[in-house]
């Protein structure tokens, strides 16, 4: 999950950043094409908050659900496997941090790419830094991807 929605974070904004440079080209733009990049930040910061709620009543509804079916009726714990609720719950749960990964990662980029923008470097038309922060963004996807590889977990029995 966090990585998905880590992915489609930095393709959006870098492919957003993409198009707004080729409408508005050059440093001397680059203020307008970081204002219209806040407003991307800001529908990502809505959009996870009706997630966010969306997915907290959900998950309260369900959670609910797989205590008085778990404990009542089957007389088995909470969050044992044979308790269907909990799958609904763990669904709840991921979709609500999905959503706050999103809005925290998207808006910690698009404010360093601001900060970024400030420091005038002549590589790249001035666009040095800014270009370097979405480098350092996908460069750090794909060292996560190559670690995940790295990693050796049990099975599931």
Same mark, same amino acid.
């Given at each position: 999950?966090? !990585? ?14 993409? @198009? ?6 050059? &440093?001397?733009?680059?203020? !307008? =094409? ?8 800001? %529908?990502?910061?809505?959009?996870? !908050?009706?997630? $966010?709620?969306? %997915? ?5 509804? *369900? ?5 008085? =079916? ?16 909990? @799958? ?10 999905? &959503? ?5 990662? =998207?808006?910690? @980029? @698009?404010? *360093?790419?601001?900060? %970024?923008?400030?420091?005038? *470097? ?14 350092? &963004? ?18 599931? $029995?």
């Amino acid at each position: 999950m966090g !990585l998905g929605v880590v992915g489609l974070g930095v393709l959006d904004f870098s492919g957003l950043f993409k @198009i707004y440079q080729g409408l508005w080209p050059g &440093a001397d733009n680059l203020a !307008l =094409v970081l204002n219209v990049l806040s407003g991307f930040s800001l %529908g990502a910061s809505s959009i996870a !908050l009706f997630a $966010r709620v969306g %997915g907290g009543v959900y998950t309260k509804a *369900t959670d609910v659900g797989a205590d008085l =079916v778990g404990k009542v009726e089957a007389d088995i714990p909470e969050d044992h496997l044979l308790n269907p609720a909990t @799958i609904a719950d763990n669904v709840g749960d991921v979709a609500g941090m999905g &959503a706050d990964l999103f809005e925290s990662y =998207v808006g910690s @980029i @698009i404010e *360093t790419m601001v900060l %970024g923008a400030f420091i005038i *470097t002549p590589d790249f038309n001035g666009l040095g830094t800014v270009y370097l922060l979405l480098v350092l &963004a996908a460069v750090g996807i794909l060292m996560s991807i190559l670690g995940n590889f790295l990693c050796e977990s049990k099975r599931w $029995r």
